[in-house]
């Protein structure tokens, strides 16, 4: 029987780690680019946490999860959920979005915030299966 996929915070990068978020970046996004630095300085830094979903050992799914006192009040944002291409359908990403709900609630999170394109259909239904609920709103960017 198949272990049960196990969440937790990635607090150090293994070469196995580093290669295995490298493979699930390519399927994130065809420009994602891997840079391993910007990895360990993420996993340092005080707003930012990495989960992680585990299958017998092997990262099969991540998240990021932003967090910032704002004077409205402690938000939080999700960033760069991906399964990896095996385990679609099989749970990964709803575990990974249920940890960072459960930690915005003990955490006192004002709101909880992603974002996702119109066209992952499936990501936004799993997204409002878990209490996403779609807003009216405006996403503007600006790039440097």
């Known amino acids: 029987m198949a272990d049960t996929p196990r969440i937790e915070t990635l607090d150090v990068l293994t070469d196995a780690d580093a290669a295995a978020i490298e493979h699930l ?10 840079d391993r630095a910007r990895i360990e300085l ?13 299958l017998n050992g092997r990262i099969v799914g991540m998240a990021t999860l932003v967090s910032f006192p704002l004077p409205t009040g402690l938000r939080g944002f ?31 999170f004002r709101s909880l915030e992603l974002t996702s394109r119109p066209s992952r259909e499936a990501a936004l239904r799993l997204y409002e299966s878990v209490g996403f609920v779609r807003r009216d709103t405006n996403v503007l960017r600006f790039t440097p």
């Open 25 to 34: 970046l390519g399927q994130l996004s065809s420009s994602a680019v891997y």
């Open 42 to 54: 993420m996993l340092r830094h005080d707003a930012t946490e990495l989960l992680v979903s585990r």
């Open 78 to 108: 999700v960033e760069d959920v991906v399964s990896h291409e095996s385990v679609r359908g099989q749970g990964v990403g709803r575990g990974l979005l249920t940890a960072m709900i459960d930690i915005a609630v003990a955490r006192g």
